[in-house]
């Protein structure tokens, strides 16, 4: 029960330590969009997710012919297990 109510009190403590930062880090963010309004640029959220995606997308054209090879030696390798094992 004593170990319990410690990990309880961490949790709680770092969660409240947490909204802390974020709430101070809001303040800082929404100066920020607003000076990046100024200069007609996008929110910083919107163009994180936009360069992820970017990147994502690269990614996944470069690594494509390596899946369908992954998933044809996934099943050789099956293959090959179930003869070996009912030998």
Do not use: C, H
Request: aromatic share 12%.
């Amino acid at each position: 029960m004593l170990r319990g109510l410690m990990v309880g009190a961490l949790a709680f403590g770092a969660a409240f330590a947490a909204e802390r930062q974020f709430k101070l880090v809001g303040k800082d963010l929404a100066r920020y969009n607003k000076m990046r309004a100024m200069s007609g640029d996008p929110p910083l959220f919107a163009q994180l997710v936009k360069n992820g995606i970017g990147q994502l997308k690269k990614y996944g054209a470069s690594q494509q012919g390596q899946a369908f090879g992954f998933l044809g030696s996934l099943q050789s390798d099956a293959v090959r297990y179930f003869k070996m094992r009912n030998m």
